[in-house]
């Protein structure tokens, strides 16, 4: 059985950082694509970032240059660098991961809460 955990998440104030993480364990022989995704109370989930297995990132216009994706293959982990947080940046992130283990699949964490004080 493959899990997701997510980390990391908690209050900041605004200008601040946090540092997410995501941590995959059971039968896995390789990850593939792995990203963020938010949802603020009230709104749609929004994609935030994407790496891709040879390292190549992609970001939401809201958090480019400001957030950073990246991930230890060793340590089946991917992290998300959070950095000049706004108050909007609030919500709850979720990490998903596509899984190649005794089948391939495409895995979510259960969430973690990041909240940004102003």
């Known amino acids: 059985q493959v899990q997701l955990v997510e980390s990391g998440g908690g209050l900041v104030q605004a200008g601040g950082s946090l540092r997410l993480s995501c941590a995959a364990s059971?039968?896995?022989?390789?990850?593939?694509?792995a990203g963020w995704t938010r949802q603020a109370p009230g709104k749609q989930r929004e994609w935030v970032a994407t790496?891709?297995?040879?390292?190549?990132?992609n970001y939401a216009d809201s958090v480019k240059g400001r957030f950073a994706i990246s991930r230890d293959n060793a340590k089946n982990t991917v992290y998300l660098q959070m950095n000049s947080l706004k108050p909007e940046d609030t919500a709850v992130y979720y990490c998903?991961?596509?899984?190649?283990?005794?089948?391939?699949?495409?895995?979510w964490g259960q969430g973690t809460q990041v909240t940004v004080s102003s």
């Open positions: 790496i891709t297995s040879g390292g190549s990132t």
């Open positions: 059971g039968t896995i022989f390789s990850i593939n694509t």
């Open positions: 998903n991961a596509v899984i190649v283990g005794v089948v391939t699949y495409n895995y």
